[in-house]
């Protein structure tokens, strides 16, 4: 987990983990993140409020396995849980969330505000009345000249007509201008 995650944050602008956090000996997300970036991991005083806050406010007990969940790798900063109370956290670009979908959406949606960095994407589509055998070629010479682009191939039938819609990403917009520009010659949309 940890050489994936060190690698990844290394060449993205943000990483994100789901599981692992957890209260059991095999979640072992944590450790290997703080191993990741050489940083200690230990109990958090304010993770630890957290989880005995909700566990008294539920009537559970705080137990060793409970506590597990307050350990948090030195220098990361808590991301709130307003399902199950559990913090995840953020180290450098690596966002560690819960496991459980409905909890990880609900940890998500208080770290997409606070991104920021990275180009926006842009995209662009053309639609044409012809199948995917009849313009691949166009697309992988298109492709080809424009490699910084992503170029995506998404086909249709409609009133018995095959068609694709073609759509062009990149953060250049003249780039992505360009390329469609070629493609609707190309393929005489």
Known sequence: IGAAVRALADSHDHVFTSGGIGPTHDDITAD???AAFDVQIGLRDD??????????????TMN?????????P???ELIDNPVSAAPGFTLRNVHVMAGVPAIFRAMLASVLPTLTG???????????????GDIAANLAAVAA?????????????????????????????????????????????
Do not use: W
């Open 32 to 34: 290997s993140i703080a």
């Open 118 to 132: 990275g180009a926006p994407l842009l995209s662009q589509t053309l639609r044409v009345m012809r199948g995917e």
């Open 64 to 72: 060793e396995a409970r506590l597990r969940m307050a350990r948090i």
């Open 74 to 76: 030195r220098g990361a």
């Open 47 to 60: 993770a630890r409020a957290i989880l005995a806050a909700h566990y008294e406010k539920t009537g559970m």
């Open 145 to 189: 000249d424009f490699p910084d682009l992503s170029i995506g191939c998404y086909p249709f039938q409609k009133d018995g007509a095959f068609g694709a819609n073609v759509v062009v990403r990149g953060d250049d917009g003249a780039r992505v201008g360009a390329a469609m520009t070629r493609l609707a010659k190309d393929l005489g949309a």
